[in-house]
C-alpha cells in the first residue's frame, strides 16, 4: 500500500506545476484581450475597390484616460493593397499598430466592391483566425470609406450606429434583414447559391430616390452619394450635409457571389415576414380615407417545396394576429378602446401582403436568384428527383401563397 505521505506530497507538486503552467500561460498570451500600446481596437471595416488595389478602411477606438472624463473618440485611418491583408500590413506600416479584428463587428462593403466576386473579398476574413464568424456584413451605396468617416448627430460612430440599426430587435420588427459571415458563407455556398444583407444608404439619399420616383427594386446607381466635407479632429471622418444617419431598410442580391440587384423597403419588409423570427411589425394598409397602418403580432412566416409531375411549386404561409394602431378618420370610443380589426382591413392588410410577395417573387425571376432557397429546399427533401434532373427541375416554379390572418380578441 503506497505511502499516504508520498501520496499528498506526489499532489502538492502536481498542483504546484498545474499552478505554475497556468500562470505562465496567463502572462505570455493576451486570450483575446488586448494591449491598447501595442495594438489597435478595430471596431469596423470598409472595403472600396481603387482601380487594381482594394481600400481598406479601418474605424479605430481610442480609449481616452477616465480622469478627462471624456468619451472613447474613433478615428479612421486607410490603406491599400492588392488583397485584404496587403491592405492591414500598409495599415501597419503607417500607425506601428497591428490592426487586431477580434472586436470588429461591421465589415461594410461599398459600391465599387460589388462589381466582383463577394467571396473573393471577403475570403481573408473566413481565413483569419482573429475575426470570427460574428462581424456583421453589409452593402452601402457609394463609398465604404466615406460612409464610416461620417460625422453624426448624436457623436457616435459610423460603426455603432449602423450596429444599432441592424440589431435584433430591428430584424425581429421586419425592418432589416441582418446576416454575418457565417449565414452568408452557409447560404452561398449551398445548393441556392445565393445569399443577401442590408444595403445601406444615407436617409437624405433615400428620400431623393423617392422623390424621384425610382420604383420597386431598382438596383442603386450610387449617384446620391453626399457624404463629403471635411476633416473631423475627433472622428477622423467627412460628414455629410443634411444627412441624419443611415437606412439599413434594403436589401443587396447575390447569386454564385455575384450581385444580382437591390430589394426596396417594401419588398424587403415582406421578405423578412417569410424569412425571419418576426414579433411585432407594422404595416400601411390602403390609400386615402380607408388608410390604416395595422400592427402585426404572433407572426409565423414559413416556406417549402412540393412537386406537381415536374413542375416545383414555392409555398409560402405566413400568419399574424392583426390589430388597428391608427389611421381612421373618425374615431369613436368604442373602436379606439377595442382596436379590433375588420373584415375590411383584414382584407385590406392580406391584399397588400399577398402583393407584395408576389411582386417579390416576380422581382428574384427576373434578377436570377434563388431568394427563397428552392433548390436547397429541393435537395433536402426531394433529393432524387433533384438529382435525377440535375437541378433543372427548379427551374421556373409557380407559387403558392397562404395568408391567414385574424383579429386580436
Known amino acids: 500500500m503506497p505511502d499516504k505521505k508520498l501520496l499528498k506530497r506526489c499532489a502538492a507538486i502536481i498542483c504546484a506545476l498545474a499552478i505554475a503552467g497556468l500562470t505562465f500561460l496567463f502572462f505570455t498570451n493576451d486570450f483575446g484581450l488586448v494591449d491598447l500600446r501595442k495594438t489597435s481596437v478595430v471596431i469596423g471595416v470598409g472595403l472600396d475597390k481603387a482601380g487594381d488595389e482594394l481600400e481598406l ?35 501597419n506600416v503607417r500607425t506601428g499598430f497591428y490592426p487586431k479584428l477580434v472586436f470588429c463587428e461591421l465589415i461594410l462593403l461599398g459600391e465599387s466592391c460589388l462589381s466582383g466576386d463577394v467571396f473573393g473579398t471577403l475570403d481573408y476574413f473566413y481565413r483569419n483566425e482573429y475575426t470570427g464568424l460574428t462581424p456583421k456584413v453589409a452593402a452601402c451605396s457609394g463609398s465604404a470609406k466615406d460612409a464610416l468617416s461620417m460625422d453624426l448627430p448624436l457623436g457616435d460612430s459610423a460603426t455603432d450606429n449602423i450596429i444599432r440599426l441592424l440589431s435584433e430587435e430591428a430584424e425581429r420588427s421586419a425592418n432589416v434583414c441582418t446576416v454575418n459571415l457565417k449565414d452568408i458563407g452557409e447560404d452561398g455556398y449551398s445548393e441556392s447559391a445565393f445569399c443577401y444583407m442590408p444595403y445601406i444608404s444615407m436617409e437624405n439619399e433615400q428620400k431623393g430616390e423617392e422623390r424621384q420616383g425610382s420604383g420597386e427594386g431598382q438596383e442603386s446607381s450610387g449617384g446620391g452619394q453626399s457624404s463629403g466635407g471635411g476633416q473631423s479632429a475627433s472622428q477622423g471622418g467627412k460628414s455629410a450635409e443634411g444627412s441624419q444617419g443611415f437606412a439599413c431598410n434594403r436589401a443587396a442580391l447575390f447569386s454564385g457571389g455575384r450581385f444580382a440587384g ?28 380607408d388608410m390604416r397602418v395595422i400592427g402585426l403580432r404572433d407572426c409565423k412566416g414559413s416556406r417549402s417545396v412540393s412537386l406537381e409531375g415536374d ?99
Open 262 to 289: 437591390t430589394l426596396d423597403e417594401r419588398l424587403t419588409f415582406a421578405f423578412n415576414l417569410v424569412n425571419s423570427e418576426v414579433r411585432h411589425a407594422f404595416l400601411r394598409c390602403g390609400e386615402g380615407e
Open 57 to 91: 478602411t479601418a474605424q479605430l477606438a481610442v480609449p481616452q484616460p477616465a480622469e478627462n472624463g471624456e468619451k472613447t473618440q474613433f478615428s479612421v485611418i486607410t490603406g491599400r493593397g492588392a488583397t485584404v491583408a496587403e491592405a492591414l500590413n500598409k495599415i
Open 311 to 409: 413542375r416545383v411549386n414555392l409555398n409560402l404561409s405566413f400568419s399574424a394576429i392583426v390589430r388597428v394602431q391608427d389611421g381612421e378618420r373618425n374615431p369613436t370610443p368604442e373602436t379606439e378602446g377595442t382596436k379590433q380589426a375588420s373584415e375590411q382591413d383584414i382584407a385590406l392588410c392580406r391584399e397588400r401582403i399577398e402583393g407584395d410577395l408576389e411582386a417579390l417573387f416576380e422581382r428574384c425571376e427576373l434578377l436570377g436568384c434563388d431568394l427563397f432557397g428552392i433548390r436547397n429546399l429541393l435537395y433536402k427533401y426531394h433529393y432524387s428527383e433533384y438529382m435525377r434532373s440535375e437541378g433543372a427541375i427548379a427551374s421556373s416554379p409557380t407559387l403558392s401563397l397562404s395568408v391567414r390572418l385574424k383579429s386580436a380578441a
